[in-house]
């Protein structure tokens, strides 16, 4: 009878200092970031976004739906409250 070595990976268990670390950035993703950021201010900032929402709606409206938070809660953290009143006359 064999026995399992002691540091045989099994299958569904991550190796210790596996890949990087929860909550770290990609540091490709933060440099694109910080060179679109760059750019957007070079190009005059609020102005620009302005001139762009008008000229070319749906580009803008693709990068408001990639910016806004994908999860959207009441005040103070709390879930979305909301009532429906119906009347019959």
């Keep these: 009878m ?3 070595n002691a ?3 099994r299958k569904g268990e991550k190796r210790p200092n596996q ?3 929860k909550g770290s950035t990609n540091k ?3 440099l694109i970031r ?3 950021a760059t750019a957007l201010n070079q190009s005059g900032g609020v102005d620009y976004l302005a001139r762009v929402s008008e000229s070319h709606p749906a580009a803008f409206l ?3 739906g990639k910016v ?3 999860q959207v809660t ?3 953290g709390d879930a979305i409250k909301h009532s429906i009143t119906v009347t019959f006359g």
């Design 68 to 70: 806004l938070p994908i």
């Design 19 to 21: 890949g990087r670390p």
């Design 34 to 36: 910080d060179m679109v």
């Design 62 to 64: 693709s990068l408001v």
């Design 2 to 4: 064999t026995t399992p």
């Design 28 to 30: 490709q993703s933060e």
């Design 7 to 9: 540091g045989a990976f």
């Design 74 to 76: 009441g005040e103070g």
